[in-house]
């Protein structure tokens, strides 16, 4: 469920808020394949379905920074912010990959709002997002993202 934040003082006063859950994602192969050919990152691990069965993880895995990237798809589920002229994605401060996402996995996010600062016409916020896969006891990914609200 959506987490909506009525205007950048409500952002401020969202520190310490738990986000989500999200729904579950699958992560198909042809995501997969798709992210490899955007990117150039064509490891057999990702890409080779025949070979990965031989690998380390029995299956073609997806790419962290694939799993990473879908924190633009997550985060809006995670919450909302109205009255408000726009939202900017403005980087990360830290990512981790604790686990690898196996083809046809099921993933969804929760997120708790780290730490809110004021910056130039509006705010910008820490979101904590941890991306789990389930079934498993150990994330997917674990990233810091940083979002900017502007009035």
Known sequence: MTHVFDGTSAVQQGVGATLGPTDWFTIDQSRIDAFADA?????????????AANGPFGTTIAHGYLTMSLVN???????SVENVSMGINYGVNKVRFPSPVPVDSQIR?????????????????????????????????????????ID
């Open 109 to 149: 996010a929760t997120g708790t709002i780290a730490e809110v600062t004021e910056v130039a016409g509006g705010v910008q916020a820490v979101v904590a997002v941890v991306i789990e896969i389930q079934g498993h006891d150990k994330p997917a990914a674990i990233v810091e993202t940083v979002s900017r609200f």
């Open 73 to 79: 798809h997550f985060l809006p589920q995670l919450m």
């Open 39 to 51: 990117t150039l990152d064509h490891q057999w691990i990702h890409v080779d379905p025949t070979a």
